[in-house]
């Protein structure tokens, strides 16, 4: 059995995508709101111990959760972008978290996370000296446009990867690399950029396209769909 791992949840964002004042990650699906359906998806797992949920200082939406399937919810406040809030949450992490283990770290937006794909991340990440990320290949065809909205090219997309979240990093190493990159004053898009910056390759682990992010309302909507084919 794998020792207990913590979870950073970057949840600081203000999507305006939805055309109102409640963040993306608090409004409802189902009968519950999206963060919570995303922090079920991780604490069922049992080899996750604990999350750290990093919120913008303002936030007033936060309900203050401290528990979920009987495992701490923690925060700390976030940074300007998503790279700070989570160099926040990895800093914020309990002491007994060791500078050489494993963090995940997972888009507070990303409700529908399997627990096989989740399974698969930790298994094959931690076997590793570096560690993984959930990917998806990319299966359509792509496109090069010009500045006048025509096609200059077509690009090959046999290597080409999607990357999905939770991404899987030794606590230093993904600290160290997300302050040198804000320090170059370079922003990462994701935590496994930051690595790369620092000469180390992850793993691409397959995980389901069902593990969409929801950033507009017909996301949304997806995701309420697949709430209502669950069973029960």
């Known amino acids: 059995m794998m020792a207990g791992i913590w979870a950073v949840v970057p949840a600081a964002g203000r999507g305006t995508r939805f055309g109102g004042p409640t963040p993306k990650q608090y409004l409802l699906a189902g ?6 359906h995303t922090l079920q998806a991780l604490l069922s797992h049992p080899v996750v111990a604990g999350v750290m949920v990093v919120v913008a200082e303002d936030d007033a939406d936060w309900p203050g959760w401290q528990s979920l399937a009987d495992k701490p919810i923690l925060t700390c406040i976030g940074g300007a972008t998503r790279a700070g809030s989570v160099l926040a949450g990895l800093h914020a992490l309990p002491d007994d978290v060791r500078a050489d ?3 995940l770290v997972h888009d ?62 030794r606590r230093h190493q993904l600290a160290r ?11 990462v898009t994701d935590e496994a950029m ?21 950033t507009t309302p017909a996301d949304l909507s997806r995701f309420e769909f697949v709430l209502s084919r669950r069973e029960p």
């Open 31 to 36: 009968d519950r709101v999206l963060l919570a």
């Open 101 to 103: 283990d494993f963090v």
């Open 108 to 169: 507070a937006a990303r409700p529908n996370l399997a627990a096989a794909d989740l399974g698969r991340l930790l298994e094959v990440g931690r076997a590793d000296p570096v560690g993984a990320i959930l990917a998806a290949p990319v299966r359509d065809t792509l496109k090069r446009a010009g500045d006048d909205g025509g096609i200059d090219a077509t690009e090959p997309r046999e290597r080409l990867w999607r990357a999905l979240t939770p991404q899987l990093f």
């Open 177 to 187: 690399a997300l302050q040198e990159a804000a320090d170059a004053g370079v922003e």
């Open 194 to 214: 930051a690595m790369e910056r620092q000469g180390l390759r992850p793993l691409l682990v397959e995980g389901s396209e069902d593990n969409f992010k929801v």
